[in-house]
Each structure stands twice: as C-alpha cells, then as structure tokens.
C-alpha cells in the first residue's frame, strides 16, 4: 500500500565526510610463533622506522610446573621441574634440589659437590654455544658461527652423555649428591675439549665478537644503566653488562665454588655488545673452573642417601643459572611431596627489561636487542 503524503519523512541531510588526519604509528605482532622470539608476542608500535613502544604477551607455554610439583614426590619432580629450559637443565635441577636437601637435613659429600659443579659449568658453556648460534644466525644473520657454535657444543653433549646418561635433560642432582660418579676417563676427554675449546673462543671472538658488522650492530644498542638495572631487578649476564658485579656463585656460594678461582666478568656500557661480551667471557671462565675441579677434586662417597619425606618447613635454593640467579622455595609438611614448590627464574626477571630497551630505536635493532636478553619463554612461563 503506498504511504499517503502526508506520513512521509523528510530526506536525511547528506552525510559529510570530514577527513581526519592519517595516526602515525603502527601496531605489529611480532610472535608467538616466530623463529627468534620462540612462544613470546610483542606488540610493537612503530613509527616510520622507529620503535615507539613494545608490550610482551608471554604465557604461551604455561604448563603449571608449580602446581603439578604439588602432586610428585621430592625425586618424580626433579625430571619436570628441569625441561622448562632443557639446555641449561643442570641449573634447574641444583635450584630445585638445594631447598629440599636443607630441609631433609642431607648434606653432599666435597666429591659430590665437585662433580656437581663439573656438570653446571660443562651446562653453561653449552648453554652459551647455543645463545652465541641462536644469535648469530638468526639474529644476526651470521650462518658460519651458526654452525661453528653448534658444532662445538656437541662436543661438550657428548661428555655430558659419559657423565649422566643423557644428552640435554640428565636429572642428575636428586638429594644427596649426584648419580654417579666422573667416568673412567672422563677427566682426559674434558681436559682434552677445553684445550680445543679454549683455541677455538679466539676463531670467535675474530670472526663474531670482534666483527665490524657485529659491533656496528650491537654497540650502542639497548642501553640499561647500571642504576637502571638494580632497580628492575634483573639477573645474570643482563646486570653484569650494566657494570654491577653480582653472581650467586661468589655471594652465597654452593656446590665447589668457593674453593675455586674465577672472575665475574662485567661491562659499564649496559648496551647488547655489554650483554654480549659477558657472555663470551662467562665462557672463559667456566672453562677456568672446570680446569682446577678436575685438579682439586678430591675423593671419597659422591652421595649421601636422603630420605623420601621432608619435615613441615620452608627452605630457598638459589644457583647461578646461566640467565642468572635461579630461586627455588620449596615447603615441606612431613610427607613425601612438597607442600608448594615457588619458582623465580633469570628469563622472567630479565624481561621487564624489554620495553625500557626496545623503544626509540630502529625496527632493525629489536632482534639483537631481544636476542642479547637470551630470554627463554618456557623457563618463564614455566
């Protein structure tokens, strides 16, 4: 039926269109799946070429190691609690191990100590290898150290194998003392890989570390200031390339440590370089530990048996790992499980650092200042 004219609407006004000015910035996703970040998101803003603002998105790999420690006993943990960073597993296992030994009241014999701290350093430089390969071939597009640097760690696998049986993930630390002790010949082989390795740290420092391009990238970039760190609170590698000379192994020794020589290698520039060369000399120095423990160790038991329950308490472990200090709070209540289980690892501390690097700098710049974090998603998800 047509509408009578008289009940028909007046026309709508025309629709002007006023244009506003374009934003000049961009939001992009970089993750959670992506061959650098590993399972990390980062929102990053940018402007032109340059890096407003970064927000991280992390949680991508949360399991709930924590809560699940809950419902194992003191020895089933240890296998779990070390994969949420499986090339530096020793560290988490000795993190983890340490509260429980205090409180069951054990404590390891000096062998077993020695052979403990063997295997942490033989794990950092293995760790190291793998950040130097990561960085460099995927970061920095240097496929030769790629290639070199996991050439080597393989060597230093290999020895691993001989001493715990495993290749990456050893539980090798239950309470007491580790599993068994240094192989028949083992002491040679690794004496044998430290001479090669310590020849071969030159090659990289030639053709990585002190590459023009490499510097020209990395030297200047990324800049925390001591003052800075301290108050962010990051760990390890991070803060000692903020100049601040921190490590657990020297403040609140364990294992052999305070019966062997070493330094804390630090740099006052606070930049990725600083984060870098850390790093390369960390290397170094674990292979002067590794040297004076296969000269000192001394002999006897390896391991004292511990007991399956541990009395109503609450005990902290800490370890250097090789992203920095490693706190483990595990609470006991007379059985044979923990009561809770509290994990404070180097990746998650060391992120808060992100978004106070990567800002004001080139979108070019973001991988080498992330990759100079070593940041692990699943240890801080864990």
């Known amino acids: 039926m047509t509408t009578p004219p008289a009940e028909r609407k007046p026309p709508a006004p025309p629709i002007t269109i006023t244009k506003t000015a374009e934003p000049s910035t961009l939001d992009v996703s970089v993750g959670p ?26 949680g991508y790999v949360h399991r709930g190691c924590e809560k699940i420690a809950e419902y194992r006993n003191y020895v089933s943990n240890i296998p779990h609690l070390e994969r949420p960073c499986i090339i ?8 983890y191990v340490l509260p429980v030994e205090e409180l069951q009241g054990v404590e390891v014999p000096p062998r077993g100590q020695y052979i403990s701290t063997i295997a942490a350093e033989m794990n950092r430089i293995m760790n190291h290898l793998y950040w130097v390969a990561i960085n460099a071939g995927v970061f920095s597009g240097h496929t030769t150290i790629f290639m070199w640097a996991f050439g080597d760690r393989d060597l230093f696998i290999e020895l691993a194998e001989m001493l715990t049986g495993a290749r990456l993930t050893y539980s090798f630390l239950p309470p007491g003392g580790p599993r068994r002790d240094l192989p028949a010949g083992f002491g040679e082989k690794l004496t044998k890989l430290l001479d090669y390795f310590e020849k071969r740290l030159v ?21 925390l200031k001591r003052q800075e760190a301290i108050e962010l609170g990051v760990v390890g590698p991070v803060l000692r390339g903020s100049g601040v000379k921190y490590d657990v ?16 290698p630090t740099y006052e520039e606070g930049d990725s370089y600083a984060r870098f060369m850390v790093r390369f000399e960390e290397m170094k120095q674990s292979i002067k530990i590794l040297r004076q423990a296969l000269e000192k160790i001394p002999k006897g038991p390896i391991a004292r048996k511990a007991p399956l329950v541990a009395p109503e308490g609450e005990a902290t472990g800490r370890v250097e790992s090789s992203r920095g200090e490693y706190t483990v709070m595990v609470m006991g209540d007379n059985s044979d499980k923990p009561y809770r289980v509290k994990i404070m690892n180097g990746s998650f501390r060391n992120l808060i650092a992100l978004p106070y690097l990567i800002r004001n700098v080139h979108v070019a710049d973001m991988p080498i200042i992330y990759g100079s974090l070593d940041y692990w998603p699943v240890e801080a998800d864990r």
């Open 249 to 264: 192994r020297k403040v609140e020794p364990y294992g052999a440590y305070a019966d062997l020589d070493f330094e804390i």
């Open 33 to 58: 799946q992506h061959p650098g970040s590993g399972h990390l998101r980062m929102l990053i803003r940018v402007d032109g070429d340059y890096i407003v603002s970064v927000d991280t998105d992390i």
């Open 203 to 223: 090659e990289y420092d030639r053709i990585f570390f002190s590459n023009p391009l490499v510097v020209a990238r990395a030297k200047g970039i990324g800049v």
């Open 88 to 95: 530096d597993a020793i560290h988490l296992n000795w993190g």
